[in-house]
């Protein structure tokens, strides 16, 4: 049914694998179409109770968006890029009703950490690398990142972790409250798995409710701004210079 993700359910636990392993991963418009369609689909099913995604073998959990892609978008094209991506996977998982875990399997850059910041709980493996590069792009977060990092760790380390475009080790992230575990490899599904089912154990109208409660605190115009911005990135010439040096596999020469 899926081309770039895999699916299972297993006692009410639905696990989405993203299924691009050569590609670290990466989030393109298929991906984010079938992860859509597949959450639409979960959050409908009467026997599905929570979800839990991760990436495709060691590397990563996802490694971003698909800079090929991201290369000859417009303004218009990003915004209307990041709006229905908002609208179709990153605000749908975070207003979702019922509970969604990151397995974070590896590098979680970019996209693929703003994915995660979406879900409602993080664990990582202690193998986890977590940042947004953007900036060495000529970009800005698309995705919710300018505002989910602030929320979970506060403005100033998110100001650093954006503006640097660093990574962190899984274990910093849990420092920080970035994470909310961080296990071996080896454990990570398991974790996951054993803490959604303590989750399905209690009552699924109050998680809902509690789930609602929490996002109501932090509901501003805030994505907006980030969508507009990330947009007028595209028309900047250190955009055209920080893709073309990725692609090319260079450092930027940004004036």
């Known amino acids: 049914m899926y081309q770039t993700i895999l699916t299972s ?16 991963n990466a989030l393109n418009r298929e991906t984010l179409r079938e992860l859509h369609l597949a959450l639409a689909d979960s ?4 026997e599905v109770g929570g979800i839990i995604i991760t990436g495709a073998g060691t590397k ?3 490694a971003g968006a698909d800079i090929a ?17 908002h609208e179709k996977v990153f605000d749908f998982i975070a207003n979702a009703q019922k509970p969604v ?15 995660a910041l979406a879900c409602h709980l993080r664990i990582a493996s202690e193998n986890a690398r977590l940042g947004l590069p953007e900036v060495s792009l000529g970009l800005i977060p698309g995705y919710g990142g300018t505002q989910r990092l602030p929320q979970l760790i506060g403005k100033g380390k998110a100001l650093e972790l954006i503006l640097s475009g660093d990574m962190i080790e899984s274990d910093l992230a849990y420092t920080l409250g970035l994470v909310n575990r961080v296990v071996p490899a080896d454990f990570l599904l398991n ?5 959604m089912r303590k989750i399905l154990s209690r009552s699924p109208l109050a998680i809902a409710a509690a789930i609602r409660a929490v996002n109501s605190s932090y509901q501003n115009n805030g994505y907006s701004t980030e969508i507009e911005e ?7 010439r250190d955009f055209k210079e920080g893709t073309t040096a990725f692609l090319e596999k260079r450092p930027p020469k940004f004036i």
């Not at 892609?69 to 991506?85: C, H, I, R």
């Open 230 to 236: 990330f947009a007028g990135s595209f028309e900047t």
């Open 43 to 46: 959050f409908k099913n009467t």
């Open 60 to 62: 990563a959990f996802a």
């Open 9 to 24: 359910i297993d006692n009410k636990v639905l696990t989405i694998t993203i299924n691009r392993e050569s590609k670290l």
């Open 191 to 195: 974790t996951a798995m054993v803490l």
């Open 69 to 85: 892609e991201l290369k000859n978008l417009d303004k218009v094209g990003a915004l209307n890029l990041a709006k229905e991506s």
């Open 101 to 115: 875990i990151a397995a974070i399997n590896g590098f979680a850059l970019g996209g693929g950490l703003e994915l």
